[in-house]
């Protein structure tokens, strides 16, 4: 992991033609973030092993149907927008969702932080 990507003010992030920033991710964010994935991996219909960013974004896709108003008040959070912003299609269209999603699971801190849980939920190997 870079050292930028450990100290940066956030993401840059385009939609429908203006230009948001994503805010670094904070411990506030963990039960917010740990509720959408683990509806996600439930919707899904089982344990999710896998913490690539591609995984990631399947379990986010996932948890929109069982946390509509979590993932909404995440995103809007994240983005330093007002909850009702994202109810206009003109400012967010309905693909819009899917280009949060994918920052979000790219995002350095969000990486960071399920490296660490991979790491110590891991089973331990006995000789």
Do not use: C, W
């Not at 069982?66 to 009702?84: F, K, Q, S, T, Y």
């Not at 819009?96 to 995002?107: P, R």
């Not at 801190?109 to 849980?117: I, N, Q, S, Y």
Request: glycine letters at 8%; a negative charge; zero cysteines.
């Amino acid at each position: 992991m870079s050292e930028e990507a450990i100290i940066n003010d956030g993401i840059p992030i385009t939609i429908a033609g203006n230009e948001y920033t994503m805010r670094r991710l904070g411990l506030r964010d963990v039960f917010k973030v740990a509720r959408i994935l683990g509806n996600g991996v439930a919707t899904m219909g089982g344990t999710e092993d896998d913490l690539s960013p591609a995984a990631v974004m399947q379990v986010l896709v996932a948890s929109m149907t069982a946390n509509e108003d979590e993932v909404l008040n995440l995103m809007a959070d994240i983005l330093g927008i007002e909850r009702e912003t994202l109810d206009d299609p003109d400012l967010f269209p309905m693909d819009s969702v899917i280009d949060i999603f994918a920052k979000l699971a790219e995002h350095q801190d969000l990486k960071a932080f399920l490296a660490k849980v991979g790491s110590i939920t891991q089973p331990t190997k006995t000789n």
